[in-house]
């Protein structure tokens, strides 16, 4: 049929060529409007042909199929190509489209164009949002092409508020047209620093199109003394023996069973302008289930397979067991709720207050709080302890002993209350934070300045004080909303605390040991200190102990089951996901502003007790490679030695 057209043409040209007007000039095919890559079962094709002579013919044709195109306006001619017409499915790869022009003097213009039966690479990775890198474990990445393609690039970025690092390869170290990325490690010493919560953006090209996903947080803390003991199918927001309370990287809010790692999924948070973060929302396990904070200002629980509205337009304070405590955000109203029963009784009112409402709950239910209106602590009954000049902060309780802290614009001064009523003076320290004391089975952990620092210090059970750290520097205490004052201190009063970017452990007659870097946050319970960094429970290793290890059944991969660190994710299975990441050891005692405005800044690590449950908040994840990935990646190990690196900056 195009043969017979263009004879025709020809016929054509050579009568009017005959004419004394007859003058033969170029045809010109220009600005062909074509979708580069094919995504649909129609072409549509629109072209500029034009010539000092009348255009009479224009055609397109693709893979066999030759269609007519039709005049439009401004000289333009434009159809579309049916590609059902071909009996089959367009193979993957490159394609030729060609447009020819006749002019009624029988000149002819072409063009092409190559269009792309296309799907772009996909990524592989090996740390899901809320993910940990941990000791023994390097980030490697790929990019697997779809054929006839090959990948050209991969690079991976790791941006952090203290450095960034990227690494990247190209075709010269493919192997069957993919790249693969692994990050380099020389002895102790991996490329990505230690210690930091990062965003990673990954991006990989085939030379035609590319692929690009950012994810976060993902955070690295490798420290020896860390044991991976399990990985929870979200940021771990609290645990216990048998139970993890999560929030995944889709805004979903759930307990899961350790042993058998089943979800029961609560609820999904809001999303979207004007809703804080998911950062925002922290909470607690009870022993009929959990209660929790929303972004969205709301206070919720699950009792017993039900979800509650507990309160709106409120913060929640503090969870122990069967009780919470939650002031409303203008903090001139403060409840204590029964989870159980869904009961609410007020246990402080005070109309326009802008006085930040501070509790704590004992195991039985007794609550103690404090207020800047007043110089006492206010105990079950009404009873009172301590009258002291300036701000009094969050109260501490044990069930025994009682602290407390007052702040005079210079410092705060604490004290503690013995069962027998005793007022002990404990120190000052150089600090307006709240988060400056613990107390747990009649020893109390307390920040002292030195005159230029604060030190760290424990007050034993029968009455002596010892002087915990000596550092340069400040320390203080690992806390987190809802577990101010309670995770750090052991049955045998070892205390918990961080400096310069680094957690000890210290006790009295030692010096402190160095367990971890300063992320997640760390707790004991049950006889051992843990520490949770995103979606990563660790158990410290006593001194000497064995390096950090993942058991092979000890993995939880959202939706899919168990899982091992070699195993990658496709980018259709994780989300993009913008994060901003702050790392609060001592959460703020100020009050939330009326807009909830305070709530969004603090990325909670929570954690709760076996018995009673009480909360815990963290943020992180893990993935790896799909099968035969560990074979091919062995063969490129040699090629990988030789990837370009770019050295961390800071």
């Known amino acids: 049929m195009q043969a017979y057209r263009r004879h025709v043409g020809t016929a054509i040209a050579l009568v009017l060529s005959l004419s004394a007007e007859a003058a033969h000039a170029a045809v010109t095919v220009e600005n062909i409007e074509v979708d580069r890559f094919i995504e649909s079962e129609t072409i549509p094709v629109r072209v500029a042909a034009s010539s000092p002579d009348d255009i009479y013919y224009v055609e397109a044709e693709f893979e066999g199929i030759i269609i007519e195109l039709t005049p439009a306006e401004d000289g333009y001619f434009e159809g579309s190509f049916d590609l059902g017409e071909l009996g089959g499915a367009l193979p993957y790869g490159p394609h030729v489209l060609t447009v020819d022009a006749y002019s009624t003097f029988g000149d002819v213009g072409s063009a092409q164009r190559t269009l792309h039966r296309y799907a772009p690479p996909t990524l592989g990775w090996n740390v899901l949002p809320n993910g940990t890198l941990t000791a023994g474990q390097r980030f490697d990445a790929k990019c697997i092409p779809t054929p006839p393609y090959q990948c050209t690039s991969l690079r991976a970025e790791f941006r952090s508020a203290d450095g960034d690092v990227t690494f990247w390869t190209d075709e010269r170290w493919s192997q069957a047209g993919r790249l693969y990325l692994k990050e380099s490690q020389w002895g102790d010493n991996y490329e990505i620093p230690s210690g930091r919560t990062y965003t990673l953006t990954i991006e990989a090209s085939d030379g035609v199109g590319g692929i690009s996903r950012t994810i976060g947080p993902i955070h690295v803390d490798r420290s020896p003394r860390l044991t991976v003991v399990q990985r929870a199918p979200g940021a771990i927001l609290d645990f216990d023996a048998t139970r993890f309370l999560v929030l995944d990287h889709h805004g979903r809010i759930g307990i899961s069973e350790r042993a058998t790692q089943a979800v029961t999924w609560i609820e999904t948070m809001p999303q979207g302008e004007g809703i804080a973060p998911l950062s925002a929302v922290y909470g607690a396990l009870t022993p009929s289930g959990a209660v929790y904070q929303t972004m969205n200002g709301y206070i919720r629980s699950w009792v017993n397979g039900s979800r509650n509205a507990v309160a709106r337009a409120a913060r929640l304070d503090a969870v122990n067991g069967d009780t919470a405590v939650w002031t409303t955000n203008s903090d001139d109203w403060a409840v204590a709720h029964t989870l159980s029963t869904g009961t609410s009784r007020t246990i402080w009112f005070s109309t326009g207050s802008r006085s930040p409402f501070q509790a704590d709950i004992t195991a039985s239910g007794g609550i103690y709080f404090g207020t800047y209106e007043s110089g006492s602590i206010v105990g079950p009954g009404g009873s009172l302890f301590g009258d002291h000049e300036g701000n009094l902060q969050r109260p501490i309780t044990d069930g025994t002993n009682v602290v407390g802290r007052w702040w005079d614009g210079r410092s705060s001064s604490s004290y503690l209350y013995t069962a027998d009523g005793e007022e002990v003076f404990l120190g000052d320290s150089i600090t307006s934070s709240s988060a400056g004391l613990l107390v747990h089975a009649g020893h109390a952990g307390f920040l002292k300045t030195d005159g230029a620092v604060n030190q760290v210090w424990l007050r034993t059970p029968d009455g002596e004080q010892h002087q915990i750290s000596s550092f340069a520097t400040s320390s203080q205490f690992d806390q987190t909303k809802l577990r101010v004052g309670h995770d750090g201190l052991s049955d045998a009063g070892e205390v918990l605390f961080l400096n310069d970017g680094k957690r000890y452990i210290g006790r009295p007659g030692g010096a402190p040991e160095r367990i971890s870097t300063s992320l997640g946050h760390g707790r004991w319970l ?70 909830g405005a305070e709530l969004t800044g603090d990325d909670a690590d929570t954690g709760g007790d076996l018995a009673p449950a009480a909360a815990g908040c963290s943020a992180s994840g893990p993935a790896g490679s799909p099968n035969g990935a560990a074979a091919l990646a062995a ?16």
């Open 526 to 595: 049950d006889g051992s200190w843990y520490v949770t960094i995103g979606n990563t429970l660790f158990q410290v290793a006593s001194a000497g102990g064995s390096p950090a290890r993942l058991a092979a059944t000890a993995a939880f991969a959202p939706e899919v089951g168990a899982e091992v660190l070699s195993t990658s994710f496709t980018g259709d299975e994780l989300l993009d996901v913008p994060v901003s990441v702050r790392d609060l050891h001592e959460p703020d005692a100020l009050p939330v502003s009326s807009d």
């Open 635 to 650: 063969a490129l190990s040699g090629l990988l030695a030789l990837a370009r690196r770019s050295r961390p900056r800071s």
